[in-house]
Nanobody
């Protein structure tokens, strides 16, 4: 499975941005997809995830109510809609995917595939 993330950029605080992650390859073997981010000098942080079969979503407390993960099955694409952005949302955002049957959660070790990352910068 290959993951291609896009949609990052510069936005003012309070604004919105939508990231996309398109999967290719053996997408039928995917169990779930998600997003992580890493700010400069900080640990990588779980943002949220969506199970591929049941479409159940999970979010970190830091983004709950502001970020939403959705998917377009026909395009094998997962979206991360980010609203009410804050300066602390700045970082490199990575889309991830797990193989079918794996329990997904907030640990990066639970994901088997990683995209290349896209930069999000929120100016205050």
């Amino acid at each position: 499975v290959q993951l291609q993330a896009s949609g990052g950029g510069l936005v003012q605080a309070g604004g919105s941005l939508r990231l996309s992650c398109t999967a290719s390859g053996r997408t039928f073997s995917m169990g779930g997809t998600g997003w992580f981010r890493q700010a400069p000098g900080k640990e990588r942080e779980f943002i949220g995830a969506l199970t591929w079969i049941s479409s159940i979503t999970y979010y970190a407390d830091s983004v709950k109510g502001r970020f939403t993960i959705t998917r377009d099955n026909a395009r094998n694409t997962v979206y991360l809609q980010m609203n009410s952005l804050k300066s602390e949302d700045t970082g490199v955002y990575y889309c991830v995917a797990s193989v079918l049957g794996r329990q997904i959660g907030s640990s990066d070790s639970e994901y088997d595939y990683w995209g290349q990352g896209t930069q999000v910068t929120v100016s205050s």
